[in-house]
């Protein structure tokens, strides 16, 4: 047919005189279809679908009239796809308003004008296909994108797993299994719905939730067999130690992924029934992304072969969990997971290898954007462009380390912004292995090397290591590179270039001891936190079992008045100096430490004249500070020289605050165990009970 690959036109009508008119006016540049009445149209809709490059359509006909014809376009989603002109003589701004919001993109009126015919209907057709390459243009750029954060994500699983002989898919176990989790919750409930922006942002923000682990020494995270209580304590702090890190990122501090991800660092480990860490938090106190990477991590953990146990089955796993042997989870997600499970089970195997998604997928989320009513076309672009930017520029800035990305064709390398101000030199440089400034900085020596073990990588084993001198800012020092070899799908395939970092060894060192010490302190009073307190007690505790210790739990009487009355910044100032005065009433070795809100901790060993020594401290701290008069209540459990554990000397003090606070405040308690009649009772202790001369 001569005018087969012209662009197809379908005029609804059921007046033949307009169809004719409309045709000879178009047939020139279109072929032109036609339907009788509106059902004739949708028949042809159904056939051709996007085939159809416009369709013209009268209101008034026989059988389907327009507007039923446009509720079915908008039913099966082809006005998506097929722009809709209304051909009407019909003017009225109630039934102008009516065909707008059913999805029409313009309007013609009878008589028709031959060149408004023809203006409207280029314009139409230009605009549908305009959309539809800025809908391919954008979809590329996710695929393009993702790419990239994939890498990134190949990266930091290599560093953090690296350490403790891992393969790096338990991260990539985690990111598969937090964005199946997601979807299939926002489907059941209401309660949460997530974009697939929001679940992009959590999925890669889920592979950051094991990064404290750095911090860990080596002969605990590789340690075989279980670990001691001393040891585990030593574990735990890697939740902490992993949000420290990402708080200390001086930039995108606001950036939905940097938020997302320091919630599941720090919180991945708390339980729903409340007996998990750092925290203790429960039930929905627990951010829901957190909650998701803790039931992914478990399931991960069970079906993996660690140095201390064999894997279990996919069955088995999902029995345990489901049956409530690995903690407590949210009910909600328990059913998610169970609705998930063979999927979960087939998209492990297939998708944690090499996670990208696809191009229907990829368009998929386009095409959500491009129908967002809130936003235009360009703004849409925009928005999604700076989300994925803010995604690398996260990862660039995390660690503030020199991040680039090198390809054979062109021979080009971009640096992050961050890497390119520390070097001094521009952000992209062509031809690196030539270039004066690179070449003055790593040495050409270095870099044909780090070319020789990028070029000898594989596709299945992409990652190198090298560590060589740079001169960065006049001074010569020792830096790791971590890169990854990036290669075509071809067969055989072909080496593309590399993604990478290079870390200031010395830098690092140090930034990780800080890091340790922000993950064991209090950020507000700079006391040991509760975590680092409870664990230096349980080791002196179990040092020296029949010494004779005392725990105090110290609160501040009346807090909230000062926050009240003075504000919250007043409020900090009375804590630290309250902190400042804790550690002046006690001996350099001794235990403090701020328990949480205005609630503190002292354990230190006794001797004889403990009675005076507790008048001592309880004077010492009362007093006023800038016109807010300082009151304390405090608890007191002793071990009495018999061997105690951290748990119950916790309870017993915990009791004999209470009872001090229920006296009228300002005062303090021993521990007797007439406290256990007015309050729950726990397992049997071994507190020393208050004096009789008390």
């Known amino acids: ?218 002969e605990i995270l590789n340690k075989p067999g279980k670990l001691t209580n001393e040891e585990y304590e030593i574990m735990k702090t890697h939740s902490a130690v992993g949000d420290a890190m990402l708080e200390q990122i001086p930039f995108y501090q606001e950036e939905a992924l940097v938020k997302e991800a320091r919630e599941i660092c720090r919180w991945h480990h708390e339980r729903y029934d409340g007996r998990g860490y750092p925290d203790g938090l429960k039930g929905e106190e627990i951010p829901i992304s957190a909650q998701i990477v803790s039931l992914a991590d478990v399931y991960d953990a069970l079906t993996s072969e660690r140095a201390y146990k064999k894997a279990f089955s996919h069955e088995k796993a999902m029995e345990m969990i489901l049956n409530g042997e690995c903690g407590a989870f949210n009910p909600d997600l328990l059913g998610c997971f169970r609705d998930i499970a063979d999927e979960m089970r087939n998209e492990l195997k297939t998708r944690s290898g090499n996670r990208q998604i696809d191009q229907m997928e990829a368009r998929s989320i386009t095409d959500e954007m491009l129908h967002h009513k809130d936003l235009t076309t360009s703004e849409r672009t925009l928005r999604l462009l700076e989300h994925e930017r803010a995604k690398y520029a996260f990862f660039a800035s995390m660690s503030r380390e020199i991040q680039f990305e090198y390809s054979v064709d062109p021979a080009m390398v971009t640096l992050s912004e961050w890497g390119a101000q520390q070097l001094g030199i521009r952000e992209i440089t062509m ?16 870099l044909e090397e780090l070319s020789r073990l990028l070029r000898g990588t594989t596709p299945e084993k992409p990652v190198v290591e ?45 930034r990780m001891t800080d890091l340790e010490r922000r993950a064991s302190h209090d950020g507000l009073t700079g006391l040991l936190n509760r975590s680092k307190a409870e664990m230096l007690i349980r080791e002196r505790l179990s040092g020296k079992p029949e010494g004779n210790y005392a725990l105090f739990i110290i609160d501040l009487d009346y807090f909230k008045t000062a926050n009240d009355q003075y504000g919250h910044i007043f409020g900090d100032r009375v804590l630290q100096y309250l902190a400042e005065k804790l550690q002046q009433s006690v ?52 071990t009495g020289g018999a061997p105690s554990e951290y748990e119950d000397l916790f309870h017993c003090a915990d009791q004999a605050l209470y009872a001090a606070k229920r006296a009228g405040r300002g005062r303090y308690e021993f521990y007797e165990d007439s406290m256990n009649d007015t309050l729950s009772a726990i397992s049997p202790i071994d507190c020393d009970t208050k004096p009789a001369e008390e």
């Not at 031809?431 to 270095?446: C, K």
């Not at 001074?475 to 290079?502: H, M, N, Q």
Request: proline letters at 2%.
């Open 1 to 218: 047919m001569a005018g087969s690959n012209k662009p197809k036109i379908l005029i609804a009508d059921d007046s033949e005189m307009n169809r004719s008119i409309l045709q000879d006016m178009l047939e020139d540049e279109y072929e032109i279809l036609e339907a009788e009445n509106g059902k004739e149209a949708v028949v042809k809709l159904q056939q051709m679908g996007s085939e159809i490059a416009l369709l013209l359509l009268d209101i008034v006909m026989p059988e389907m009239d327009g507007f039923e014809v446009l509720t079915m376009m908008n039913r099966y989603h082809w006005i998506d796809d097929v722009p809709v002109i209304i051909i009407s003589s019909e003017s009225s701004s109630a039934y102008l308003e009516r065909a707008y919001e059913a999805g029409v993109t313009d309007y013609i009126s009878r008589p028709f004008d031959d060149l408004i015919v023809h203006r409207r209907v280029i314009n139409t057709i230009l605009l549908y296909a305009k959309q539809k390459r800025l809908m391919g243009l954008v979809a590329d750029q996710i695929l393009e994108k993702e790419k990239q954060s994939s890498l990134m994500i190949d990266i930091l699983s290599h560093i953090v797993e690296f350490r403790n002989g891992e393969s790096g898919l338990h991260t990539r176990n985690i990111h598969t299994i937090t964005e199946l989790l997601l979807r299939r919750l926002g489907q059941i409930s209401d309660k949460y719905q997530f974009s697939h922006e929001e679940i992009s942002v959590i999925s890669t923000a889920s592979a950051l939730h094991d990064i404290g682990k750095i911090a860990i020494p080596s």
């Open 431 to 446: 031809d690196p292995l030539h270039d004066e400034a690179i070449v003055g900085i790593i040495g050409r020596e270095a």
């Open 466 to 510: 090298y560590n060589c001198k740079q001169l960065v800012g006049g001074e010569s020092r020792w830096y790791r590179v971590i890169c990854r070899a990036t290669w075509s799908s071809d067969e055989p395939a072909v080496y593309l270039g590399a993604i990478g970092k290079s870390i200031d060894v010395h830098t690092e060192h140090t």
């Open 587 to 638: 001996r350099s070795g001794d235990i403090v430490a701020r328990v949480g809100g205005d609630e503190f901790l002292i354990f230190l060993e006794y001797r004889d004249g403990f009675e005076m020594a507790v008048e001592r401290i309880f004077n010492f701290l009362k007093g006023e500070y800038e016109g807010f008069q300082m009151s304390v209540s405090m608890g007191i459990a002793r």
